[in-house]
């Protein structure tokens, strides 16, 4: 992904510069891949001009994150057995992907302490980061296509989908992500981030449908 900053904009990135080309995912096969490349195009819609497309790109990317431990990595734990080396990797990087995340947001806001990292650097941190993910996202759900039925990669899907539409639109990298309580931060997150949004009126964050 890649994020241009302008000095007399507090360091909101700029869509259309650059090449935002680099947040598309290489092709994927089957219905989870799909709806995966659906979120992050969602991610890098270029229409609204800054702030929203920052807005809009820690949204979704942030809900992409939290809708993978809620629905995709609990299929995935059971479907690797013993060999978790994949989705250890995926959870890992998440967990990067979601601090880079967590200090773009603080620059797009203000806030002071994380903000004060230079933009460049969150740049090119969030770029790696991401790069990363990615790549051991597509290697997981590649991995899954090729064990599960397509009735069951379907259902996987259903299951991202719904998970994406409630999920939270903020970046939570320190809140648990499996067990009881996964889900009870998925969903207290996604609540309180739709009051923090409303209050805030926060461009370009709406769910997707």
């Known amino acids: 992904m890649a994020i241009n900053w302008t000095a007399d904009q507090a360091a909101v990135p700029e869509p259309g510069d650059g090449h935002q080309a680099d947040l598309e995912l290489s092709s994927t096969n ?3 891949g799909a709806v995966i490349d ?3 195009e969602g991610a890098a819609g270029s229409d609204g001009g800054a702030p929203v497309w920052g807005y809009r790109a820690v949204a979704r990317l942030s809900g992409h994150l939290a809708a993978m431990h809620r629905a995709v990595y609990p ?4 479907c690797l057995g013993e060999d978790q080396h994949l989705l250890r990797r995926c959870r890992a990087e998440a967990r990067e992907t979601a601090w880079a995340l967590r200090v773009l947001q603080s620059h797009l806001t203000g806030d002071g302490g994380l903000a004060a990292r230079q933009p460049g650097t969150v740049q090119l941190w969030l770029e790696e980061c991401l790069d990363e993910y990615r790549s051991a996202e597509q290697a997981l759900i590649a991995w899954m296509q090729e064990r599960l039925t397509t009735l069951e990669c379907e259902h996987l899907a259903l299951g991202y989908r719904a ?3 409630r999920a939270p639109t903020r970046p939570h990298p320190r809140g648990p992500r499996s067990g009881w309580p996964g889900r009870m ?3 207290l997150h ?6 923090l949004d409303g209050v805030d009126s926060r461009p370009g964050v ?4």
């Open 30 to 32: 089957g219905p989870i």
């Open 38 to 40: 659906a979120t992050y």
């Open 185 to 187: 931060a998925f969903r």
């Open 163 to 165: 998970a994406l539409r």
């Open 206 to 209: 709406g769910r997707p449908d």
């Open 190 to 195: 996604a609540v309180w981030d739709g009051v």
């Open 75 to 78: 299929a995935a734990r059971k």
